[in-house]
T-cell receptor, first 116, second 119 residues
Framework: ETGVTQTPRHLVMGMTNKKSLKCEQHLGHNAMYWYKQSAKKPLELMFV???????ENNSVPSRFSPECPNSSHLFLHLHTLQPEDSALYLC???????????????FGAGTRLSVL | AQKVTQAQTEISVVEKEDVTLDCVYETRDTTYYLFWYKQPPSGELVFLIRRNSFDEQNEISGRYSWNFQKSTSSFNFTITASQVVDSAVYFC????????????????FGKGTKLSVIP
């Protein structure tokens, strides 16, 4: 148990569906992250939130929409996804920035997403 | 631009053998941080170690040891007397302190090395 919980663990959705991934951290951190992990590719940083403010958006398509209502919760809203979006989506948290570079990120177990 | 290379895609060893996982990085910053994470089949990445660029001391933690060499831009990870529970994908990662702050943060991961320890 790393203190970062992701739900659901598995999700199958059609291209026209709308779904949301949820991440909750119990570590008292103020920075949260979404990553995408595809087969045979490095982990890709998608979004960073620091004190509930989005500080990074790594050219992620608009069909992925993050939401951070407070420092403990992070959502990733999904709509009209493509089959190539099938991947493991990992959430992480760390102590607040500035100085994010040195902070250790703690990860959840991920949501395995399949888009049909 | 920062880059992390883990040239070994998959390694198989027999239990109790020692194994070294290689990590080579590229950065233009003088201040940076290197990390190793373990990803077991359950999926979550488990933090193993962080090293900053000014600390070249090697570190040992139980059966794990890390060899940081700035001269060769390498941060290799050795598991001594491997066990079946060590079977996982191991990731090396780099972040540049010069990129701290809004709009420019990036933790770059290598592609990972899948380690299989055979009983």
């Amino acid at each position: 148990e790393t203190g970062v919980t992701q739900t659901p663990r598995h999700l199958v959705m059609g291209m026209t569906n709308k779904k949301s991934l949820k991440c909750e951290q119990h570590l008292g951190h103020n920075a949260m992250y979404w990553y995408k992990q595809s087969a045979k590719k490095p982990l890709e940083l998608m979004f960073v939130y620091n004190f509930k403010e989005q500080t990074e958006n790594n050219s992620v398509p608009s069909r992925f929409s993050p939401e951070c209502p407070n420092s403990s919760h992070l959502f990733l809203h999904l709509h009209t996804l493509q089959p190539e979006d099938s991947a493991l989506y990992l959430c992480a948290s760390s102590q607040e920035g500035p100085g994010l570079a040195k902070n250790i990120q703690y990860f959840g177990a991920g949501t395995r997403l399949s888009v049909l | 631009a920062q880059k992390v290379t883990q040239a070994q895609t998959e390694i198989s060893v027999v239990e109790k053998e020692d194994v070294t996982l290689d990590c080579v990085y590229e950065t233009r910053d003088t201040t940076y941080y290197l990390f190793w994470y373990k990803q077991p089949p359950s999926g979550e990445l488990v933090f193993l170690i962080r090293r900053n660029s000014f600390d070249e001391q090697n570190e040992i933690s139980g059966r794990y040891s890390w060899n940081f060499q700035k001269s060769t831009s390498s941060f290799n990870f050795t598991i001594t007397a491997s066990q079946v529970v060590d079977s996982a994908v191991y990731f090396c990662a780099l972040s540049e302190a010069g990129n701290s702050g809004a709009g420019s943060y990036q933790l770059t991961f290598g592609k990972g090395t899948k380690l299989s320890v055979i009983p």
